[in-house]
Structure formats: C-alpha cells, structure tokens
C-alpha cells in the first residue's frame, strides 16, 4: 500500500541555517506530493506541493521537487528563520482516492 | 472569504458521553474530509463526503463513529460513547472539486479530551 516516510524529529537549528527535512513515498500509480505546515495551536497549511516527476514545488523560501527515480520530495529552505519553528508534513494523495495520506510529521524548532 | 471553520476548538467529554463536531466548509467548496492526529501522529485520513453522500469512509472505526454532510449546515462527525482513545485532534479539510491533486484546505481542529 502507499506510505510516506518522513525524517524523525524534532531538528533544532540556529537562525539562517540550511533546511533539509527528508521524504520519501512509496505509491502505486502517480501522486501528487505536498509539504504541509502545522503552527502551534493551528491546523494545517499547504506549504507547496508538486503533481508529476521532477516538479518543484516552492513557497516562502522552501522548495521541494518530485524525484519519482528516487520516490523522494526532501523539502529544503537556504536559510530558516524563527517563525519557521512548526511541525512539518509530507503527503501524498493516494491514487484513484480522495484522500491525503501524511507522514508523522517533523517537529523544527529555530533558535536566535 | 472566510476559511474553514470548525467548532468547538476544545471539546471536553466524559467516557461514555457523545461528541459531535462540527465543520463548516469554504464557500464554494463541497467536498469535505475528516482527519484525525493523535499526540505525536501525523493526521490519517477518516471519511470523505459531499453533500448529502458518504463517498469514503475507509478510515471511519467500524463502531461509535459517524459522519455527515448535509443539504444545509455543517458537517458533523459524531462519536457515542467516547472513550479515552477518542482522544485527538479532529481536522476538518474542504475542497472546491475532489479531484485528485487539489489542494484542501484545512480548518483550525477540534481538540477532544476524553476524561
């Protein structure tokens, strides 16, 4: 079945470092693939998302591109800032459903 | 244009009580969808509907849970006889097409606590 396997948090990072938080999926047919946002205290917020091989979904400074050679959509951002601290989730929408099928989040925090 | 509301924010019942949350989609948007994210979890899908019709409830517990979307009003996912399990935050998603690729838009949450 599809599954989405994410990096464990939670990652600390100081003020203007680099980013990198691994995705990788593994799905019958071709989804789509996103990085969504949670806040403390809030729901979720697509933060980009790409439909088909090498895409690149990109928003605020993150980025992310479909690797469909290595089932992989790593988000990345150059330089993090403290209002960056939130949970991250990768998900994919299952083939032939309605649905979003998310990984267990990465929980970031960015420290001055 | 108002996002997707849902209430309460914080639901607070005693084993064996009911619970019943509510979902209102964005204008425009017909097609709702149900998560559920326990502590420390990533969300898992429960039910998707449209109006008036259960399209997938693939995620949906057998017993205790149900769902709905009426003509008029919100969504409404009801738990009976809640246990402490239930406890977790329930997302609320609404999107304008369920099509494959469309982005939802997710509501703030209800979060049930089980005492």
């Known amino acids: 079945g599809d599954s989405v396997t994410q990096m464990e948090g939670p990652v600390t990072l100081s003020e203007e470092a680099f980013l990198t938080i691994n995705c990788t999926y593994t799905?019958?047919?071709?989804?789509?693939l996103f990085w969504y946002v949670q806040y403390p205290g809030e729901g979720l917020q697509l933060l980009l998302k790409?439909?088909?091989?090498?895409d690149k979904g990109s928003n605020k400074g993150f980025e992310a591109t479909y690797r469909k050679e290595t089932t992989s959509f790593h988000l990345e951002k150059g330089s993090v800032q403290v209002s960056d601290s939130a949970v991250y989730f990768c998900?994919?929408?299952?083939?032939?459903?309605?649905?979003?099928?998310f990984g267990t989040g990465t929980r970031l925090t960015v420290i001055p | 244009n108002a996002g997707v509301m849902q209430n309460p924010r914080h639901l607070v019942r005693r084993r064996g009580q009911e619970a019943r949350l509510r979902c209102s989609p964005m204008?425009?948007?017909?097609?709702v969808y149900w998560y559920r994210q326990l502590p420390e979890e990533g969300l898992k899908f429960m039910v998707y509907?449209?109006?008036?019709?259960?399209?997938?409830e693939s995620g949906m517990p057998k017993e205790r849970f149900s769902a709905e979307f009426p003509k008029e009003g919100p969504s409404i996912l009801r738990i009976q006889q809640v246990v402490r399990g239930d406890s977790a935050a329930y997302f609320c998603?609404?999107?304008?097409?369920?099509?494959?690729?469309?982005?939802?838009?997710f509501g703030p949450g209800t979060r049930l606590t089980v005492l």
């Open positions: 998900a994919l929408d299952q083939t032939g459903a309605n649905n979003l099928f």
């Open positions: 204008k425009g948007h017909s097609h």
């Open positions: 998603a609404s999107s304008p097409m369920g099509l494959e690729g469309d982005e939802q838009f």
């Open positions: 799905a019958t047919g071709y989804p789509s």
């Open positions: 790409a439909t088909k091989a090498d």
């Open positions: 509907l449209q109006k008036e019709n259960i399209i997938d």
